[in-house]
């Protein structure tokens, strides 16, 4: 890249406005304070997408816009119940995850089967065992298993093993039951509840020596519902047909505000809209930003963009995801299989005189993966040596705005800005968009083929 005295000028008014600016924290007050709780389907959800549109067009982004999409939704009934009714008759607190279908009245009552952290390898060892029964699992991650086990992994091996029931046992301390979705954009099959950890290990606890046998009642309803993506960008000089994006998304659960996932991401990207707006002039490429909705229940939003926008999808150069901003430190980037970035982010951090860790790990969890299943280089505004920092609270009632700090918003958002300035510009980028046959085959290495199919998941073959 050019090491143009230019941006070093430009980098000193990004950073000297990103650092006496208290805008990131004012937006991530607003979204949770006063709108609240986002969840998909909700008003909470609606009005976060007005402001995030508001904010847009005050920091003069081009063709602000919403992109209305339908999806399949889900609405929460009555407080879901779980009762011991054997060895005791004892009723604990629990939450309904989301696209959990209504049991009627009477509920699903059934023996738990406890698979512990939910392994594949446990799944398999139990089989046949596990038909008929409730299965409780664990929200840890197996150590054994070298990658991601998520909710959806568990719940979709406990559907395909003939569970009636599944119950999401949180592995962090704090009586918080963890919520997320069961099926991703669809009604889920078999009921699924959440409980926190301590409200797991007492329902145990008095069961010992005996096969639990408890009842699960749900009352929610799946209905078709409709969302939007928020999108504005700043029109390139030069090359306005080449693309960088910058997106995260704005919806969030309903137990909680959800200031770290993802209030405090989605305020790193306006923040880094307002800060290059004020640079536009020096942008040869087109920058876009979207704010996506329906993440939470399956990366619906992002879907719908790149189902909407198929023919830009070769001209976008990376697409930058923000997603749970985390108190990691530096903040730096983390690709999904894209080692050859590194040397370029190496050289970034030579330039911009700070460090900027570099991760490379493929993640099917957040907005970048449809643009990822397309071909598209992407990565995780983050640090490796923590991806899942705040996770702890993710998910939770916990996940409160008191715990993000101003100062990974600013070193965010201002990383971004300054690392956008030079990519906008670069004649030279390291990075080919992968071809179908090599997502294909990147996908069979990282056993997603199978995964997205346990979990009924969207994946090539949907795109
Ligand atoms: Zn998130």
Redesign the pocket.
């Known amino acids: 890249m050019p090491d143009d005295k230019t941006y070093l000028e430009i980098d000193k008014l990004i950073l000297g406005d990103a650092y006496t600016s208290n805008e990131p924290g004012d937006n991530l007050l607003v979204l949770c304070d006063e709108i609240g709780p986002r969840l998909a389907g909700t008003h909470g959800e609606r009005d976060a997408a007005r402001f995030v549109a508001d904010r847009l067009k005050s920091y003069g982004l081009d063709n602000v816009a919403d992109e209305a999409f339908d999806y399949a939704g889900w609405h929460r009934g009555e407080p879901a119940r779980l009762n011991l009714l054997q060895p005791a008759e004892r009723e604990f607190p629990c939450i309904s995850l989301p696209y959990c279908p209504p049991t009627g009245p009477d509920g699903v009552a059934a023996e738990i089967i406890n698979l512990g952290d939910g392994a594949p390898e446990a799944f398999k060892r139990l089989g046949g065992d596990i038909r008929g029964k409730i299965v409780y699992v664990s929200s840890r991650m197996p150590p054994q298993v070298h990658r991601w086990v998520h909710r959806g992994e568990k719940y979709g091996r406990a559907v395909r093993a003939g569970a009636v029931g599944f119950i999401f046992v949180n592995h962090y301390d704090g009586l918080l039951p963890a919520t997320g979705a069961l099926r991703f954009g669809k009604a889920a099959e078999i009921p699924g509840i959440g409980i926190a950890r301590e409200t797991g290990e007492e329902l145990l606890r008095r069961s010992k020596g005996c096969k639990p046998v408890v009842r699960i009642i749900t009352s929610d309803t799946n209905e078709p519902k409709a969302s939007c993506n928020v999108v504005g960008e700043l029109t390139g000089t030069q090359k306005p047909e080449e693309i960088i994006v910058v997106g995260g ?1 704005y919806d969030s659960h309903d137990l909680c505000t959800s200031a770290n ?2 209030a405090a ?1 989605l305020t790193v990207v306006l923040e880094t809209a307002r800060l290059l707006a004020a640079h536009r002039q020096h942008l040869a490429r087109t920058v876009r930003f979207i704010a996506f909705g329906c ?2 229940i399956g990366l619906i939003g992002s879907h719908e963009y790149v189902a909407a926008h198929r023919d830009e999808m070769p001209n976008i150069r990376v697409m930058f995801n923000s ?2 901003l985390t108190n990691a430190r530096p903040k730096g980037l983390v690709f999904h299989a894209w080692p050859q970035a590194e040397g370029y982010v190496e050289a970034l951090a030579e330039q911009l005189k700070t460090p900027i860790p570099f991760g490379d790990i493929v993640f099917a969890y ?1 907005d970048h993966f449809p643009f990822l299943l397309h071909g598209v280089p992407t990565a995780n505004v983050g640090n490796l040596s923590n991806p899942f920092a705040g996770r702890g609270w993710g998910h939770t009632a916990a996940d409160t705005p008191d715990k993000v700090s101003l100062v990974d918003q600013r070193e965010s958002a201002a990383l971004l800005a300054r690392m956008i300035l030079r990519v906008a510009n670069d004649d030279e980028w390291p990075l080919q968009q992968r071809s179908r046959e090599e997502v294909e085959a990147l996908l069979e290495a990282e056993e997603l083929i199978e995964i997205l199919d346990i979990e009924d998941a969207r994946s090539l073959d949907d795109e």
């Open positions: 998304h996932d993802n991401g993440e939470e997603d749970c957040s």
